[in-house]
T-cell receptor, first 115, second 114 residues
Framework: DARVTQTPRHKVTEMGQEVTMRCQPI?????VFWYRQTMMQGLELLAY????????DSGMPKDRFSAEMPDATLATLKIQPSEPRDSAVYFC?????????????FGPGTRLTVL | GENVEQHPSTLSVQEGDSAVIKCTYS??????FPWYKQELGKRPQLIID?????GEKKDQRIAVTLNKTAKHFSLHITETQPEDSAVYFC?????????????FGQGTILTVHP
């Protein structure tokens, strides 16, 4: 049963520190999404990639967040410097866009706490 | 951009009753409407989806209806069970050959009392 994996599952850090979250999409999926979930804002799209190329990162604070896909099996989301307001659950999702295949499969999430 | 409104924010029902959650969307170009279920501390999981060329879709106890003219779609759960208790999210996107970007509703906390 193929699944999206994310590491770490939990991260506690202090304000100002760099945070890196990693995602391994399902093999063969060509689209990767990064979402942030908070009680106040719900599920927000931060950025996404198709065939490793960034398509839209308008949901991401550009001054501190960056997202990359160094290869087809790894997507990263970095926050530098982190702030308490970044505390949230960050989900990665992958899918195979094109044709009639639109389902996005979510990873287990990284719960980030910035003190 | 797309905006999705979801109601109600909380819903409490007795086991065996039906539950209905409603969503409206703003962008008439949206053509793919999935529903996700998220249990506490878990990842969102797709439970059913519908495309704009279909008015209704059913899968056992769950069904989704779509009214393109009014730009709203609904999730119907019949014969609810305690294990249906979760947060449900609707979403909308321009799927298919478009980029598949999902815009989510704010979620509905469903509680099914035994």
């Amino acid at each position: 049963d193929a699944r999206v994996t994310q590491t770490p599952r939990h991260k506690v850090t202090e304000m100002g520190q760099e945070v890196t979250m990693r995602c391994q999409p399902i093999l063969g999926h060509n689209t990767v999404f990064w979402y942030r979930q908070t009680m106040m804002q719900g599920l927000e799209l931060l950025a996404y990639f198709r065939n490793r190329a960034p398509l839209d990162d308008s949901g991401m604070p550009k001054d501190r967040f960056s997202a990359e896909m160094p290869d087809a099996t790894l997507a990263t989301l970095k926050i530098q410097p982190s702030e308490p307001r970044d505390s949230a659950v960050y989900f990665c999702a992958s899918g195979s866009q094109g044709g009639q295949l639109d389902e996005q499969f979510f990873g287990p999430g990284t719960r980030l706490t910035v003190l | 951009g797309e905006n999705v409104e979801q109601h109600p924010s909380t819903l409490s029902v007795q086991e065996g009753d039906s539950a209905v959650i409603k969503c409206t969307y703003s962008d008439s170009a949206s053509n793919y409407f999935p529903w996700y279920k998220q249990e506490l501390g878990k990842r969102p999981q797709l439970i059913i989806d519908i495309r704009s060329n279909v008015g209704e879709k059913k899968d056992q106890r769950i069904a989704v209806t779509l009214n393109k003219t009014a730009k709203h779609f609904s999730l119907h759960i019949t014969e609810t069970q305690p294990e249906d208790s979760a947060v449900y999210f609707c979403a909308a996107s321009m799927g298919g050959t478009s980029y598949g970007k999902l815009t989510f509703g704010q979620g509905t906390i469903l509680t099914v009392h035994p």
